[in-house]
Nanobody, 115 residues
Framework: QVRLVESGGGLVQPGGSLRLSCAASGINFRLYTMSWYRRTPGKQRELVAAITAESNRNYADAVKDRFTISRDNVWARVYLQMNNLTPDDTAVYYC?????????WGQGTQVTVSS
């Protein structure tokens, strides 16, 4: 059973930082591209960042130069370091993986950027 568990969200002031973590189980983690998505009310889930098995990274234009995705294949975790946060980054953030022909998501973690 594939399971993704996010953590690290919270309330932060504009300009602040947060580090999200996602623990994966039920897959051979090192073989898969891992992604972070986010969703705000009334909008579709959007890709924030992804990291391939070879650690190639891509980012949404809105977060380039502020967010960094990384992975730890030993502990089967993927991280999202978020710096210089703005209110537009407020969303529920989801960890995702496409495996065995299906898309899997975690339960999400709320990030709120507000003064």
């Amino acid at each position: 059973q594939v399971r993704l568990v996010e953590s690290g969200g919270g309330l932060v002031q504009p300009g602040g930082s947060l580090r999200l973590s996602c623990a994966a189980s039920g897959i051979n983690f090192r073989l898969y591209t891992m992604s972070w998505y986010r969703r705000t009310p009334g909008k579709q889930r959007e890709l924030v960042a992804a990291i391939t098995a070879e650690s190639n990274r891509n980012y949404a234009d809105a977060v380039k130069d502020r967010f960094t995705i990384s992975r730890d294949n030993v502990w089967a975790r993927v991280y999202l370091q978020m710096n210089n946060l703005t209110p537009d980054d407020t969303a529920v953030y989801y960890c995702g993986v496409h495996a065995r022909g299906n898309q899997f998501w975690g339960q999400g973690t709320q990030v709120t950027v507000s003064s």
